[in-house]
């Protein structure tokens, strides 16, 4: 079964206090795998997609990275700005798109 | 301009009662998908649609029904709500497989 877990469930961060956020899957066939940043009271919004094992994207704090089985979403020197819900989903192609979303990464960063 | 627009924002209504909200993308996309929100923040694909052809159709309910009169515009009618359809709505557009944009989200609630 298709599947996206998302570690850890909360994470509490002081100001300028680097960490990161695990997504581990699996998935038959994957297409790519997606992070979005979800404010409260928000719809989710895009920050990466990754392709294949290897592969590395960055903006900002941000840095994501792609293994066979996992992604991480490294966040460098996080500001207060950057609490939020970090989404992890993959992407399936079964005769269409089907996208499969993690339970999410709560961030909270304090001043 | 407001690329996925959603109404409405809140919708309270009671139990049995039938509601649609509505959902249109200025973005030009090809497919549009409807997501759930839980209370514990679980985003689940509902439908998908492309170019007007429903593509994807997780385990819903009957009670729920989407329509799409043309390719920007995506709509979910429920029929009979029940108290365990409250939650989050999400719409959302993609161009193929790419990332999806978000609109802001319905909160439903029946009492």
């Known amino acids: 079964e298709d599947q996206v877990t998302q570690s850890p469930e909360a994470l509490r961060l002081q100001e300028g206090e680097s960490s990161s956020l695990n997504c581990s899957y699996t998935?038959?066939?994957?297409?790519?795998l997606f992070w979005y940043r979800q404010d409260p009271g928000k719809g989710p919004e895009f920050l990466f997609t990754l392709y294949s094992a290897g592969e590395e994207k960055e903006k900002e704090r941000l840095k994501a990275t792609l293994t066979k089985k996992e992604s991480f979403l490294h966040i460098t020197a996080p500001k207060p700005e950057d609490s939020a819900t970090y989404l992890c989903a993959v992407q399936a192609y079964t005769g269409g798109f089907k996208t499969i979303f993690g339970a999410g990464t709560r961030l909270f960063v304090k001043a | 301009d407001t690329a996925v627009s959603q109404t409405p924002k809140y919708l309270v209504t009671q139990m049995g009662n039938d509601k649609s909200i509505k959902c249109e993308q200025n973005?030009?996309?090809?497919?549009m998908y409807w997501y759930k929100q839980d209370s514990k923040k679980f985003l689940k694909i509902m439908f998908s649609?492309?170019?007007?052809?429903?593509?994807i159709n997780e385990t819903v309910p009957n009670r729920f029904s989407p329509k799409s009169p043309d390719k920007a515009h995506l709509n979910l009618h429920i029929n009979s709500l029940e108290l365990g359809d409250s939650a989050v709505y999400f719409c959302?557009?993609?161009?193929?497989?790419?990332?999806?944009?978000f609109g802001p989200g319905t909160r439903l609630t029946v009492l």
């Open positions: 649609y492309n170019n007007k052809e429903l593509i």
């Open positions: 959302a557009s993609s161009q193929q497989g790419n990332e999806q944009f």
């Open positions: 973005l030009g996309h090809d497919t």
């Open positions: 998935v038959s066939g994957l297409r790519g």
